[in-house]
Nanobody, 124 residues
Framework: QVQLVESGGGLVQPGDSLRVSCAAS????????MGWFRQAPGKEREFVAA????????YYADSVKGRFTISRDNAKITVYLQMNSLQPEDAAVYYC?????????????????WGQGTQVTVSS
């Protein structure tokens, strides 16, 4: 089992930046990829960004490319999502996920473990 704990969400204004973190524990040697997904009220959970845990290759949704950056700290077994130029449409609960397989970084069904989520609100 892998446990994931997110932190760093909050209320920001449009144009602001925010960084959310996800700390992994447990059987972390099984992790091949980690990702961030988000879910707004009334919408499906959608892919935001992902990273290959060993090589560091990153993947982004078109809607966040150029504004968001995913990174990892192998020593702390933590993944980060730096979010810049936040807009109201970015408001959602952000979930961290970890998966052991090398396929499909963008599909939530290919992730085995999920955090509890952290709320990001963007409002003036």
């Amino acid at each position: 089992q892998v446990q994931l704990v997110e932190s760093g969400g909050g209320l920001v204004q449009p144009g602001d930046s925010l960084r959310v973190s996800c700390a992994a524990s447990g059987r972390t040697s099984s992790i091949y990829k980690m990702g961030w997904f988000r879910q707004a009220p009334g919408k499906e959970r959608e892919f935001v960004a992902a990273i290959n845990w060993s090589g560091g290759t990153t993947y982004y949704a078109d809607s966040v490319k150029g504004r968001f950056t995913i990174s990892r700290d192998n020593a702390k077994i933590t993944v980060y999502l730096q979010m810049n130029s936040l807009q109201p449409e970015d408001a959602a609960v952000y979930y961290c996920a970890a998966g052991g397989g090398k396929f499909s970084y963008r599909m939530k069904s290919f992730y085995d473990y999920w955090g509890q989520g952290t709320q990001v609100t963007v409002s003036s």
